[in-house]
Nanobody
Framework: QVQLQESGPGLVKPSQTLSLTCTVS??????????WSWIRQPPGKGLEWMGA???????YYRPSLKSRTSISRDTSKNQFTLQLSSVTPDDTAVYYC?????WGQGTQVTVSS
């Protein structure tokens, strides 16, 4: 059973960089499943795919977020990370990591001064 767990600060100031980590257990980010994704849900809105890193290390980003988004991984820790720069209150959301049918529990990130 693959398990994913998001971690990171719950409050980020405007213009700063949001950084979240997804720790994976029960599977390897280099061999199990192809896409390892970050997805968010702003309050009152639907799910928004932000980007993904593949098992081979290639990255893909939502075009509207590409200039501010970076996804990387630490294979020694079986983790992948999201960095979103120049955040605004519109980036307030619950952030999820995901692969296939497996989801983390989500972590609330609020952008506020």
């Amino acid at each position: 059973q693959v398990q994913l767990q998001e971690s990171g600060p719950g409050l980020v100031k405007p213009s700063q960089t949001l950084s979240l980590t997804c720790t994976v257990s029960g599977g390897s980010i280099t061999t199990n499943f192809y896409y390892w994704s970050w997805i968010r849900q702003p309050p009152g809105k639907g799910l928004e795919w932000m980007g993904a890193i593949t098992s081979s290390g290639s990255t893909y980003y939502r075009p509207s977020l590409k200039s501010r988004t970076s996804i990387s991984r630490d294979t020694s820790k079986n983790q992948f990370t999201l960095q979103l720069s120049s955040v605004t209150p519109d980036d307030t959301a619950v952030y999820y990591c995901n692969t296939a049918q497996y989801w983390g529990q989500g972590t609330q990130v609020t952008v506020s001064s």
